[in-house]
């Protein structure tokens, strides 16, 4: 019973890595939607093997490597192939210069495998990240692709202009747009941003006031607005870092 239990951890990690290799191969072929519900699916995969471990008390140290490696397909290759197959469709007149900004989407797996690293040696991110985690950076990217792609129109378009809005906008300034998006979301993956963690050790608001934010926040978020919805979840998550955990990081230097 107890190796059956030890194992539990890994199996979990190993079906987010499976999720997220079929997001991949999902972005490859177009299927925008399908890859970022390929993503949600890994995501949740990561947290519950990391939470299994923690309940179980089954930690092990190629426990901890596994899940690093599941991480950088399904959080850094998968929505780095996603971006790219969406961008390669937007390169204009397929001319070499257009071809240059497909070049920002390689940034997405670098940076995340740069934070994966940095985050496996960093004994200060126990509690709490520095730098955006890969997986809402995957997450970010997935359901924004899925939004931008013509065929999730049906499924979240609650205003009907948007999507001749978005079919107005030009090629070139959709791929150039993105690419440096690309780029500065990659940069949050390495920076020294504080951000705060969904694990809670206790149900007390106090002491989760931004997760509980956060949690009904993507409800409401959600509810109206579909799938961009979790696009503006990832960006709310950002933001609250910035504002309320930047500022309690300068009031502690500026503690005597």
């Known amino acids: 019973m107890k190796t059956f239990v030890r194992h539990i951890p890994n199996t979990l990690t190993c079906i987010s890595l499976l999720f997220g290799f079929y997001a991949a191969i999902l972005g490859i072929y177009g299927n925008y939607f399908g890859a970022m519900t390929a993503i949600l699916i890994a995501a949740f995969f990561d947290f ?3 939470l299994s471990a923690r309940l179980l008390k089954a930690y092990s ?4 490597e596994l899940d690093s490696l599941a991480d950088m397909i399904s959080f850094g290759v998968a929505p780095g ?10 390169s204009w007149n397929d001319t070499c210069c257009s071809k240059v900004f497909l070049l ?3 940034a997405i797996p670098v940076f995340s495998a ?8 960093d004994e200060r991110q126990k509690s709490s990240f520095i730098g955006l985690p890969v997986p809402a950076h995957a997450i970010l990217w997935s359901s ?14 609650i205003f ?5 809005i978005l079919a107005s906008i030009p090629s070139e300034v959709m791929l ?7 780029l500065g979301t990659s940069l949050l993956l390495v920076s020294n941003l504080p951000m705060f963690s969904l694990k809670m050790t206790s149900f007390s608001w106090k002491a989760n006031k931004l997760p509980y934010i956060l949690i009904f926040s993507t409800i409401l978020l959600v509810l109206c607005f579909g799938i961009a919805g979790i696009t503006l979840t990832i960006l709310l998550y950002i933001l609250l870092s910035c504002l309320f955990l930047s500022h309690q990081s300068e009031k502690k230097l500026n503690v005597p």
């Open 176 to 182: 150039i747009g993105l690419s440096v998006f690309a």
């Open 61 to 64: 140290a190629i426990g901890k």
């Open 144 to 157: 924004l692709i899925a939004v931008l792609s013509s065929e999730a129109c049906s499924y979240y378009c």
């Open 160 to 164: 009907p202009q948007f999507s001749i």
């Open 114 to 121: 740069l934070r994966l690293a940095k985050f496996n040696v």
């Open 81 to 90: 192939m996603i971006l790219f197959s969406y961008l390669d469709n937007l």
């Open 48 to 50: 519950a093997d990391g």
């Open 104 to 106: 920002a989407t390689f």
